[in-house]
Each structure stands twice: as C-alpha cells, then as structure tokens.
C-alpha cells in the first residue's frame, strides 16, 4: 500500500490536540509518518508535541514565525520527507480508523496524478454528530474556479502531485487547499471525492469555518461578491501563469477566457453565460455571475 505522510500545521491546540493525534495514530492497515509545523504557538500545544515526539510518535519543528494556516501546510508540503502518499491534518478533528486506508484504496490504483477529498462528518465539542452536507457536486474544472468546497483535512494525494504543487510558491495564497484542488483539477488528475465520511469535523469557538447561520452565510456570500481581493481571479492568473505546460487544452481554454475577461468586457459576458463554469451551487453561480459582469471576480 505505500508509506504515507501525515502534515499539520498546529496553533494553540492544546484542547483538543491529543484526541486528534491518537486518532492519527491509531489508524488501520498504513504506515505512516506525522510532520508536524508549529505555528507559534503559546499555549500547551509545544508540551503536547514534546511528549508525543519523545515517544517517537511524531516528528515536530517550529521556526517561530506565525505564517497562518495555509503557508504553513504549503512549507510542510514543501519540507515533507519522501513517502508514496501525503495528506493534511487539523488539529482539533478526529479521524476514523478507516480514514486514511479508504482514501488510498481509491486513489493507488489509478494514475500517478491523483487526489482523494470527501466530505467531513460536522460534529460538537463533545464529538456529538451534527447535520452534514447533502449537495453533489459537479467535480468540473469549471466548478473548481468558482466554488471552494473541498477541504484540506480530507485531502490525500500521491508524491507525484505533492512534486507538481511544490514547483511553484504561490505568491497569492487565500487557501491552501483551494489552491491544490485548482491545480488538481487543472492538469487534469484523477479526483476521487468521497461522499462518505471518514472524519469527524469538530465546530468550537475557535473554529469558525463550518459554523453559521442562516444569516451567517449570507454575510459571507456578500464579502466574498464585494471582495475586492479578487480571489477567483488572481488564482487563475496563476494557475494560467505557471501550469500551462500541464494544463490539459480544454482547461487552459477555459483558464485564458477567464483570464482575459479581466479586461474586455465582450469576454467578461461571454465568461459570465459559459456553462463550464456551472456549480451545484446555484445561488454561488448566480453570484459568480453577476460579479464577472461587474468585473469584481
């Protein structure tokens, strides 16, 4: 089955920290590793990495620079010992024991270029389940460039991918996830999305991401059209900037229209009517539409 290696990026865990990492270690039928990078942390959370790593359980650094969540998994990915297989960790979740046997089982038969995510079991503080997601998405290229939906805490992907994201340092980097699974989808990988859960997805006060209302969400529909970051954008631009040479023709067809509509308005429109861009998401779409008509994407 391979080696595999297990990436986290830690940041005053210390709450929930051993709970996730014995459910790391505890998984069935893999040999693994754990790197971890901390990210300045002030808590316990070191004390806890001393204790597990004096078990030789795990291997930790720290260069004491507070890079945020995703350039520190993009330095894990980058720094990470060779091994056939890679996948991502948070901290405060718990994974099933199956969790990373399923995701290899799906993906180490198939291309060198592949990539497992799935969706993630919500639960509370106490692990107590809450209500999942129901949406299938359409997995297109097209959809990758304009909803965020895979999280990187399901991720696992094979060394050839992990060579591939590495060769460049993106310079604008929202998250790290979305960005890998713009590349997968781009150079055309072998993408597996499982609609089964294997891990449990912990909402506390700390976490955010995941835990909103009604009302929630929408505030964060509207950040995101008046964004004026222009994430969607700025990714692409990338993408088309240092992948092109992977990037399979249909795909990079798509990536210069979206490129180009930046400045000319006959292909903003035609951007804003193509159906490559359609996502199960329908208000996200309507969104996503509005705001390339509105050169704000």
């Known amino acids: 089955m391979g080696t595999i290696c297990i990436l986290m990026s830690t940041y005053n865990g210390e709450r929930f920290l051993r709970e996730q990492l014995d459910s790391i270690l ?40 507070n890079l945020g969540p995703a350039r520190s998994f993009m330095q894990l990915l980058t720094n990470a010992p060779e091994c056939d297989f890679y996948a991502f960790a948070d901290q405060d979740d718990y994974w099933q024991n199956d969790k990373i046997v399923t995701a290899i089982k799906n993906i180490e038969k198939k291309n060198e270029l592949s990539l497992y995510a799935s969706i993630v079991q919500p639960v509370n503080e ?89 009302v929630d969400e929408w505030k964060r529909r509207y950040i995101r059209f008046t964004n004026k970051q222009q994430i969607r954008y700025r990714i692409a631009k990338q993408l088309l900037d240092n992948y092109s040479d992977l990037i399979t023709e249909e795909n990079l067809n798509l990536l210069r229209l979206f490129v ?33 008509l509105l050169n704000m994407y």
């Not at 930046?262 to 996503?288: E, P, Q, V």
């Open 26 to 65: 505890f998984q069935k039928n893999v040999e693994l590793q754990v790197v971890i990078r901390d990210d300045g942390s002030t808590d316990s959370t070191v004390d806890i990495l001393n204790e597990y790593q004096d078990r030789n359980l795990i291997r930790w650094y720290t260069d004491d620079i």
């Open 126 to 214: 106490k692990l107590q389940p809450l209500e999942k997601m129901h949406m299938h998405y359409l997995q297109t290229f097209g959809e990758s460039l304009v909803h965020r939906y895979v999280s990187g805490c399901t991720m696992v992907f094979t060394k050839k991918m992990r060579d591939i994201i590495t060769r460049y340092n993106p310079q604008f980097l929202p998250m790290h996830d979305v960005w890998i699974y713009n590349i997968a989808q781009a150079i055309g990988a072998d993408i597996y999305f499982d609609y089964t859960p294997h891990i449990l997805y912990r909402l506390h006060g700390n976490n955010v991401i995941g835990k909103s209302s009604f």
């Open 260 to 292: 180009a509509g930046k400045t000319n308005l006959k292909k903003r429109i035609i951007l804003a009517m193509d159906k490559r861009l359609k996502c199960a998401d329908t208000k996200t779409y309507r969104l996503f539409q509005l705001s390339v």
